[in-house]
Every structure is written in C-alpha cells, then in structure tokens.
C-alpha cells in the first residue's frame, strides 16, 4: 500500500478527473461521435499526464531536496532512476494509445509530449513556464477533437485558449505555495478567460445554459480565492486544490450545448475531483 501511495502521488492522480473532462469536452466540441476512440483517448491522455508528473519530479528533486523533503524522490520512497523509467514508459503508452487512433491524433500527442517535456525541464527557472502549462492543457483539447467525427476547429481552440488562460493564471498563484510571496492580483483576470469567452460567443438559445454554468464558475473562484485574498491565514494549497478541481467546470461551460447525461458525467468528475484530494494531494 506505501509503495501503490507512492507512485498515485507521483502522478498528482487526483487531478486525473480534470483530464478527463478535459478530454470530454474537447471531443464534444470537435463533432463528437466516434466513440469506439473514447477508451483510447481517455487512456491514453491519462498516461501523458501521470509520465509527465512522474517526470516533472524528476526534473524537481534538488529543488524539492531543499524544499519539498516530504516529496517521493527526497523522502526515499523511490529511486530517482525509477521515476525516470516509469515516466518515459507512461508517455510511450499515452502515444501510443492516441496513435492507435490515428494519424492526426497520434501526431498531436507527440507535440504535447514535447510541451510537457519542455515544462518540466524549464518550469522552475523560466519565469514564464505557467504558458507552457496552458498550452499543454490546449493541446488536450486539440487531440480530444481530432478524435471526434466532426471537422470542428474553431470551437476547440477557442474554448482551449480560454482553458489554457485559466490554467496559466492558476500555475501563476500556484507558485506561491513554495514561495509564501504575496498574492499577485493579475492572474485572477485570467482564471475570467472562459467566463468572458462564454459570453461572447454563447448566443441565441445557448446564452442560457452558458449563463448559468459561467455563474458556478464564478462562485467556485470566489470560494476558492477568498482563501488568499480576504480571510486571514492565507491558504494557497487549499485555494490552488480547489482552482484545479475547478478545471472540471470549465470543461462543462466549454460543452455547455451538452445533453443532460454529459451535463451529469462533468458533475460527477468534479465531486471525484474533489474526493481523489482527500487521498492524494494535487499540488
């Protein structure tokens, strides 16, 4: 069970329900149907992401030697070597998976598997490294489509550069978990990406549904945020697990010209979300 523990928090596994959202909305977006490729898109961008945990720690371990002792590497949970081998493993799973799919959605995971390399070598001293995130989390969004029946492109990148503005102003108030530094305020206009691209783009009939679920979204940021703006004894782990948790309502505002079933699967996703953080920290 230490060892199964280990490897689950290596893989930061309880954000894997905003992955997957993040596929379902990306797939929605693009045409839906073709939904024999569900299984592989689902699997095999769940590998990406645990490989490029994995390898995110391995880049990390002489900053979390001095900083993070508790982390899996410098806590001597597992060797450095084998959290090297594993992360390299899951992501020639997650491309293959995707390439099984095919030709277009193959090569757009081997361009995100680049992007996730590239944060992880980079994150900790290029100041800027929070772009590569978002652009990671776009990426899905572009592979979830091509798996789609649909020729559609304009939904999905739009939707996935509202996601990837989100995750960038995350990753921004994210860093001062190490940092302790004072909460910056321009991030948080941000993480209003996908509120203001859904009401700008929702029209007619849409403009409702939209309304409504750009409106859990802005009461799950202010929840979330109070934590280090307006009480006292700043919380940034909390309010960084709740903003990653709130990835999930972004994928649903994105899709939010889903049917009632898919409406249900996202709510689902998020309360696992939020379950899966009991277990196993996010950040």
């Not at 992401?49 to 995110?56: E, S």
């Not at 939904?155 to 990837?164: F, K, M, S």
């Not at 709740?242 to 009632?260: M, N, Y």
């Given at each position: 069970?230490?060892?199964?523990?280990?490897?689950?928090?290596?893989g930061?596994?309880?954000?894997?329900?905003?992955?997957?959202?993040?596929?379902?909305?990306?797939?929605?977006?693009?045409?839906?149907?073709?939904?024999?490729?569900?299984?592989?898109?689902?699997?095999?961008?769940?590998?990406?992401?645990?490989?490029?945990?994995?390898?995110?720690?391995?880049?990390?371990?002489?900053?979390?030697?001095?900083?993070?002792?508790?982390?899996?590497?410098?806590?001597?949970?597992?060797?450095?070597?084998?959290?090297?081998?594993?992360?390299?493993?899951?992501?020639?799973?997650?491309?293959?998976?995707?390439?099984?799919?095919?030709?277009?959605?193959?090569?757009?995971?081997?361009?995100?598997?680049?992007?996730?390399?590239?944060?992880d070598?980079?994150?900790?001293?290029?100041?800027?490294s929070?772009?590569?995130?978002?652009?990671?989390?776009?990426?899905?969004?572009?592979?979830?489509?091509?798996?789609?029946?649909?020729?559609?492109?304009?939904?999905?990148?739009?939707?996935?550069?509202?996601?990837?503005?989100?995750?960038?102003?995350?990753?921004?108030?994210?860093?001062?978990?190490?940092?302790?530094?004072?909460?910056?305020?321009?991030?948080?206009?941000?993480?209003a990406?996908?509120?203001?691209?859904?009401?700008?783009?929702?029209?007619?009939?849409?403009?409702?549904?939209?309304?409504?679920?750009?409106?859990?979204?802005?009461?799950?940021?202010?929840?979330?945020?109070?934590?280090?703006?307006?009480?006292?004894?700043?919380?940034?782990?909390?309010?960084?697990?709740?903003?990653?948790?709130?990835?999930?309502?972004?994928?649903?505002?994105?899709?939010?010209?889903?049917?009632?079933?898919?409406?249900?699967?996202?709510?689902?996703l998020?309360?696992?979300?939020?379950?899966?953080?009991?277990?196993?920290?996010?950040?």
């Amino acid at each position: 069970m230490a060892r199964l523990r280990t490897l689950l928090v290596l893989g930061r596994t309880s954000n894997l329900p905003t992955v997957w959202s993040n596929c379902l909305a990306g797939w929605w977006l693009g045409g839906h149907g073709n939904i024999e490729n569900l299984p592989f898109l689902f699997v095999g961008a769940t590998f990406l992401y645990i490989g490029g945990m994995y390898l995110n720690d391995a880049f990390d371990v002489d900053f979390d030697r001095l900083h993070r002792k508790e982390r899996p590497i410098p806590s001597g949970a597992i060797s450095f070597a084998a959290v090297c081998k594993l992360g390299l493993l899951w992501l020639a799973l997650g491309v293959a998976c995707l390439f099984w799919v095919g030709l277009v959605t193959g090569i757009l995971a081997v361009i995100l598997t680049v992007a996730i390399l590239i944060y992880d070598a980079v994150h900790k001293v290029f100041t800027f490294s929070p772009l590569l995130m978002g652009c990671c989390r776009f990426l899905v969004y572009l592979v979830a489509a091509s798996t789609a029946v649909g020729n559609e492109t304009g939904w999905p990148v739009w939707c996935g550069l509202a996601l990837g503005a989100y995750v960038v102003g995350l990753s921004f108030i994210a860093r001062r978990e190490s940092t302790r530094g004072p909460a910056e305020y321009w991030p948080l206009l941000l993480l209003a990406a996908p509120i203001v691209l859904a009401f700008s783009m929702n029209t007619g009939e849409y403009r409702k549904p939209a309304a409504w679920l750009a409106l859990v979204l802005g009461v799950w940021l202010l929840r979330c945020l109070r934590r280090v703006l307006w009480i006292s004894g700043r919380n940034f782990v909390r309010a960084v697990a709740g903003l990653l948790a709130g990835i999930v309502f972004v994928d649903w505002l994105a899709a939010a010209d889903a049917p009632t079933a898919l409406s249900i699967v996202f709510v689902v996703l998020f309360g696992l979300a939020l379950l899966f953080q009991r277990f196993v920290p996010a950040t």
